[in-house]
C-alpha cells in the first residue's frame, strides 16, 4: 500500500477493457493523463498513475522502420501550437519545431475502395468555402474552453453537419473538414457543435501558421521524456478492477503484472472515456449513470502496413462517387499515405466499435485491390486501435444541459475528470482544460 501519509492523487489512465486513453481526432489526438501526472509531481503532491499498456503515449504510436526516412507517427502527428503546449515541450526538454500539415502538394489519388478504381477527380477551390466556417466558427470561442454556450443553446450548433453545410455553402471544403474529423463516424450526421470542437479556431489558426512537433521527428518522444520522469509513480500493465469512493478517500483494487493491489487516494481524476463500459468497475451511483449512459462513441483505427505492389502517391484518399461530397461509406479505409518502401500508414473507421481482427482483415482484403498482380500478401506492421473515441451525446441531451450537468460531477465523490469527453480531442486545448481540473483538484 503507497501513500501512507500525506494526500494521494490516483490519475486512472487506463481500466479495464479499455486500451490507450481518452480521444481525439485523427491527427492530434492527445492523451492528458501523462501531463496530468507531470504536473502533479512538479507541485510536489504524490500520486500513481494506473495504465493498461506497458508504455506511456496514448494516441500518440510511432513506427521506426530503418528503411524510412525518418520515424512514422501514425497515431498524433502534430501538436497544437498554443501557449501550453510549448511549455509543455519546454518542461520535457523536447526540442521543437514548426510545421505545416503536407496537404494540397504531392501526388494526391482517389480511389473508390470498394472495387480499387482509381478516380480522376480535382478538389475544387475550398477558399471562400473554408472562409465562410471560419467565420460561424469565430462565433463560439468559449468552445475552446469546454462546452460551454449560451442558453438556449444556439441552434447551428444542433444541425446536423449536412444541414450546416447547405446552410453556408462550405461544401467545398468538405475534403479538409473530413480529413481532421477521421475517427468520427458519419460526419454528414454529427452535430455541427462536435464539428466546431474538432476543426477548431486552433486548427484553423495551426492551418496557416504551423503546428508543432519535436525537431526529431518522433512525436514519441514527449511521453519518453515524460516517463522517464514519472515512471516510478506509474503502474504499468494495470486494471482497474473495482472503485469504491467513500467521503474521505477513494479505494481502488487494481489488477497488476504483480497481483492485486489496494490504493487508497484522496482524490481520482479519471482521464479514460467515461463511458458505462469504461466505468465498469466503478460504483457509479444513479446520477453518475444516467449522464454517463448518454456517451456514444466511435471506432477508430490507426495501422502501418506492408502493401508491396501499389502505384506510387503521396495519398490515396476514399472516393465514393456515389455519395454526398464523395465520402466513403464506413466501416472502411479513410486514407492510406506511405511511411516507407512498400509501407503505408492507414487509417480506418466507423461508426461503431469493431474488433481489432475484423478490421485488420479488413484492411488486408481492401488493399489487395491495389496490388500489382502477383504481388506479396499485405501485411500488418503496425496497430493502434483508438476505440472508444469520439465520444459524442443527443441533440435531445444538449438541449436539456447535459453538459451543464457532466460538469456539475467535477469533484464530486472526490473525482475529476478530463479527456475529449470532457473537452475536446485536441492535445493543446486538452491540457489546458486538465490544468484547470488539476487546480481544482488541488484546492
Ligand atoms: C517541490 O520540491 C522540490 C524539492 O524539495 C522544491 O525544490 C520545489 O520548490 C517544490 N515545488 C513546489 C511547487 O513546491
Ligand atoms: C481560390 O479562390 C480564392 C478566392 O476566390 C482565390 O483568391 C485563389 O486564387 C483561388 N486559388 C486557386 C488555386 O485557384
Not at 519545431?97 to 475550398?126: C, S, V, W
Not at 521527428?217 to 521524456?225: P, R
Not at 479519471?270 to 460504483?283: C, E, K, Q, R, W
Not at 469520439?390 to 479527456?419: H, P, W
Amino acid at each position: 500500500m503507497w501513500g501512507a501519509e500525506g494526500p494521494m492523487i490516483l490519475i486512472s489512465v487506463s481500466v479495464d477493457r479499455f486500451c490507450g486513453d481518452l480521444l481525439q481526432n485523427s491527427d492530434r489526438h492527445e492523451i492528458t493523463g501523462s501531463q496530468a501526472a507531470l504536473r502533479l509531481r512538479d507541485m510536489n503532491r504524490s500520486m500513481i498513475v494506473i495504465e493498461q499498456e506497458d508504455i506511456l503515449g496514448g494516441h500518440t504510436n510511432t513506427h521506426i522502420d530503418s528503411s524510412a526516412k525518418g520515424p512514422a507517427n501514425f497515431g498524433v502527428k502534430v501538436f497544437d501550437d498554443v501557449d501550453i503546449t510549448r511549455e509543455y515541450f519546454k518542461r520535457l526538454g523536447v526540442p521543437f519545431q514548426k510545421t505545416h500539415l503536407e496537404g494540397g502538394e504531392g501526388d494526391k489519388l482517389y480511389a473508390d475502395f470498394r472495387t480499387g478504381e482509381f478516380i480522376d477527380y480535382k478538389p475544387p477551390n475550398m477558399t471562400m468555402a473554408l472562409a465562410s466556417y471560419a467565420q460561424q466558427a469565430a462565433k463560439y470561442p468559449q468552445l475552446q474552453k469546454g462546452f460551454f454556450f449560451r442558453e438556449p443553446v444556439p441552434e447551428d450548433l444542433l444541425l446536423p453537419f449536412a444541414e450546416f453545410i447547405k446552410k453556408y455553402n462550405i461544401g467545398d471544403a468538405i475534403e479538409i473538414i473530413y480529413t481532421y474529423c477521421q475517427g468520427f463516424g458519419d460526419l454528414l450526421k454529427r452535430l455541427t457543435l462536435y464539428v466546431f470542437k474538432t476543426f477548431d479556431l486552433t486548427v484553423l489558426r495551426d492551418l496557416q501558421n504551423g503546428y508543432l512537433i519535436p525537431t526529431s521527428g518522433d512525436n514519441h518522444e514527449v511521453y519518453d521524456k515524460a516517463f522517464e520522469i514519472i515512471k516510478s509513480d506509474v503502474l504499468f500493465r494495470s486494471r482497474v478492477e473495482r472503485v469504491h469512493r467513500g467521503l474521505d478517500y477513494v479505494t481502488v483494487v487494481v489488477n497488476t503484472a504483480s497481483g492485486t493491489r489496494i490504493i487508497r487516494a484522496r482524490k481520482l481524476l479519471v482521464s479514460i472515456a467515461p463511458t458505462l463500459d469504461n466505468l465498469g468497475g466503478f460504483d457509479l451511483d444513479m446520477e453518475e449513470e444516467s449522464i454517463f449512459k448518454h456517451f456514444k462513441t466511435t471506432g477508430y483505427y490507426t495501422s502501418v502496413v506492408k502493401v508491396p505492389g501499389l502505384r506510387k502517391f503521396d495519398s490515396l484518399t476514399n472516393f465514393n462517387p456515389n455519395t454526398a461530397y464523395n465520402l466513403p461509406k464506413l466501416p472502411g479505409i479513410y486514407w492510406v499515405t506511405p511511411t516507407a518502401p512498400d509501407k503505408y500508414d492507414i487509417k480506418y473507421g466507423s461508426p461503431r466499435a469493431l474488433g481489432d481482427d475484423y478490421v485488420k482483415a479488413d484492411i488486408i482484403r481492401t488493399m489487395k485491390r491495389f496490388q500489382a498482380p502477383g504481388s506479396e500478401e499485405p501485411e500488418i506492421v503496425a496497430w493502434s486501435s483508438h476505440t472508444p473515441f469520439g465520444a459524442t451525446v443527443s441533440r435531445d441531451a444538449i438541449k436539456s444541459g447535459f453538459y451543464e450537468r457532466l460538469y456539475s460531477l467535477q469533484g464530486r465523490r472526490n473525482t475529476y475528470y478530463t479527456g475529449a469527453a470532457f473537452h475536446a480531442h485536441n492535445s493543446g486545448l486538452l491540457w489546458r482544460f486538465t490544468e484547470e481540473v488539476l487546480q481544482e483538484m488541488m484546492k
